[in-house]
């Protein structure tokens, strides 16, 4: 089972800042990577797949990099609907498909 | 648009069986994976497995032995049981789907709001 890991747990940014957030895998997933937003009470969104790709209704201060064991979200300039909780899923190697255990991005 | 509902008991008690059902509007039954996750505090989001239109599963191997998911593509509808529950399976448990039409699709969109499940006497 590959293991994702997520970095740090919670990051704290200022509204107008840019974030980056951090997904490590325990071995290659090439460039089979999903990245998820979920905000308080709701279920997680889907925002980039394939590691770089935005997912529809997702604005471009979204971004997506890396590839094989690395990858990062960057933010640019943080919207106040940006806060939330972060995850990675890959899609390499299953079953099973694993998340990362997510990072809080706080104001 | 498609849109997905989940129904079930909110409250199991330990060794019983966990019964779920997700309602599929807006989408074609076949057009992808339907597929059961599960969120709580100490496992994170938990994929446990999903089902074709064509009655073919996969589940995750760590829940293989307890999970059975199920479809009626008559009214557009798949379940998810769970026997033998512990509390460790008290969880938000969601329906998504993954789309079927491409070979390298492993995301998961879309996802239904969640029902919370909680395992107690």
């Known amino acids: 089972e590959i293991v994702m890991t997520q970095s740090p747990a919670t990051l704290s940014v200022s509204p107008g800042e840019r974030a980056a957030l951090s997904c490590r895998a325990s071995?290659?997933?090439?460039?089979?990577l999903a990245w998820y937003q979920q905000k308080p009470g709701q279920a997680p969104r889907l925002l980039i797949y394939?590691?770089?790709t935005r997912a529809t209704g997702f604005p471009a201060r979204f971004s997506g990099s890396g590839s094989g064991t690395e990858f990062t979200l960057t933010i640019s300039s943080l919207q106040s609907e940006d806060f939330a909780v972060y995850y990675c899923q890959q899609y390499n190697s299953w079953p099973p498909y694993t998340f990362g255990q997510g990072t809080r991005l706080e104001i | 648009q498609v849109q997905l509902h989940e129904s079930g008991p909110g409250l199991v008690k330990p060794s019983e069986t966990l019964s779920l059902t997700c309602n599929v509007s807006?989408?074609?039954?076949?057009?992808?994976?339907w597929t059961w996750i599960r969120q709580s505090p100490g496992k994170g989001l938990e994929w446990i497995g999903y089902i074709h239109y064509t009655g073919i599963t996969t589940y995750n191997p760590s829940l293989e032995s307890r999970v059975t998911i199920s479809i009626d593509t008559s009214k557009k509808q798949f379940s998810l049981k769970l026997n033998s529950v512990t509390a460790a399976d008290t969880a938000v448990y969601y329906c998504?789907?993954?789309?079927?039409?491409?070979?390298?699709?492993?995301?998961?969109?879309?996802w239904g709001q969640g029902t919370r499940v909680t395992v107690s006497t």
């Open positions: 998504a789907g993954k789309d079927s039409s491409s070979w390298d699709v492993g995301w998961f969109d879309p």
């Open positions: 071995q290659s997933v090439g460039s089979n």
């Open positions: 807006g989408a074609s039954i076949n057009s992808y994976y």
């Open positions: 394939g590691a770089s």
